[in-house]
């Protein structure tokens, strides 16, 4: 590695637990063992696997763990809902939800497991008639930009996100 990383003040590794699920434990700890001893180092991780607990305790100074626990922050307004269903019976009953259960005026988010089902649903949808935008991590940055603009200034009222 012929980075020169002596300046470096803050390091954000986002999905910390992906990245060690998919293997990259050793390429973290030889960036880690590279940069400077004074520098702010930020794990995000929606869950907190023990092996990212033990590299906070072994490779980090003083680390603080900040927890976003869903009774403290999620609002009183959110409705949440899962539903277990077969495949072929996943778009009836999302169309089935928008059409009859959820108010019309709603603001939804919906997840769905790849890029492409979000690009799927908003076609689909779009043609059905719903204001529908959709946002994913390979998504040009600035088209993210503007798909989430338009769902926070509620232009859309669903929005798909992978």
Not at 47 to 58: D, G
Not at 66 to 71: H, K, Q, S, T
Not at 93 to 119: D, M, P
Not at 143 to 157: E, L, S, Y
Request: glycine letters at 2%; a negative charge.
């Amino acid at each position: 590695m012929s980075l020169k990383l002596e300046t470096i003040e803050y390091v954000v590794f986002d999905e910390a637990d992906r990245l060690y699920e998919m293997g990259f434990a050793e390429q973290i700890n030889d960036i880690i063992s590279r940069l400077p001893e004074v520098r702010q180092t930020l794990l995000f991780s929606a869950t907190l696997p023990r092996l990212l607990i033990n590299f906070a305790r072994a490779g980090l100074n003083n680390p603080v763990l900040i927890r976003l626990d869903v009774e403290h922050i999620l609002s009183e307004n959110l409705k949440l809902a899962f539903f277990k269903c077969n495949s072929e019976d996943r778009l009836p009953l999302l169309f089935h939800l928008l059409q009859n259960v959820i108010n019309s005026r709603e603001q939804s988010v919906i997840f769905v497991a790849t890029s492409h089902h979000v690009e799927y649903l908003q076609s689909v949808l779009d043609l059905a008639g719903f204001s529908v935008t959709y946002c994913y991590s390979s998504l040009d940055p600035a088209a993210r930009k503007i798909n989430i603009a338009k769902f926070q200034t509620k232009q859309v009222i669903k929005v798909f996100l992978q």
